[in-house]
């Protein structure tokens, strides 16, 4: 069964380094999307993204996160300055349309120092 | 805006208990309604699902049904089964929305014992 995967499973960095979280969606899916959990907390939208544009975002996701999808099948999230609040899980999500089931990598734990 | 609301977990039952884990949300219109469960070291996999008041998802013995009257989509099991050890999430998308876009709750782990 496709599955969407996310690299790396654990990310530890320095506060200020830019951090790439990457996520391979599932191959005939359109619609991709990035959430967050910080510890104890609610999963949060961070952004969605579909025809090589964001789609929509939420307030989290401010001037220091980026999306890109680099080729056809990756699609990254980039952290360029990270700070302490930074640390939480980060979950991959794609779709094939924008109303049918998203579908969630395992997540990438990022913890910064 | 939208919300959503769980129990506080960890929810604790021995095998073949009944499982009920409350949800309840804030939304205007219709929203439709999810289910996450996330197995260690998984992803969130889609549970069951719900689009309009009074449908009833279920899947693998699980039941949910929307409640608009009390904005409520509790999750029930008759009888659990230690595989069923897991941390459920109760999620909601806008209506009508162009994108669809997840808000979700904070989770409740369950965790069953022989």
């Known amino acids: 069964e496709p599955e969407v995967t996310q690299t790396p499973s654990h990310q530890v960095t320095q506060m200020g380094q830019e951090v790439i979280l990457r996520c391979v969606p599932i191959s005939n899916h359109l619609y991709f999307y990035w959430y967050r959990q910080i510890l104890g907390q609610k999963v949060e939208f961070l952004v969605s993204?579909?025809?090589?544009?964001?789609?929509?975002k939420s307030e989290i996701f401010d001037d220091q996160f980026s999306v890109e999808r680099p080729d056809g099948s990756n699609f990254t999230l980039k952290i360029r300055s990270t700070k302490l609040e930074d640390s939480a899980m980060y979950f991959c999500?794609?779709?094939?349309?924008?109303?049918?089931?998203?579908?969630f990598g395992p997540g990438t734990r990022l913890l910064v120092l | 805006g939208n919300s959503v609301t769980q129990m506080e977990g960890p929810v604790t039952l021995s095998e073949e208990a009944f499982l009920t884990i409350n949800c309840t949300y804030t939304a205007t219109g219709y929203p439709s309604l999810f289910w996450y469960v996330q197995y260690p070291g998984e992803g969130l996999q889609l549970l069951l699902k719900?689009?309009?008041?009074?449908d009833k998802g279920s899947n693998k013995g699980f039941e949910a049904t929307y409640r608009k009257e009390t904005t409520s989509f509790h999750l029930e099991k008759g009888s659990v089964q230690v595989s069923d050890s897991a941390v459920y999430f109760c999620a909601l998308t806008r209506e009508n929305s162009g994108y669809s876009t997840l808000t979700f709750g904070k989770g409740t782990m369950l965790l069953v014992s022989p």
């Open positions: 993204f579909y025809n090589n544009e964001i789609s929509e």
């Open positions: 719900a689009t309009k008041a009074d």
């Open positions: 999500a794609s779709s094939e349309s924008f109303q049918e089931t998203q579908y």
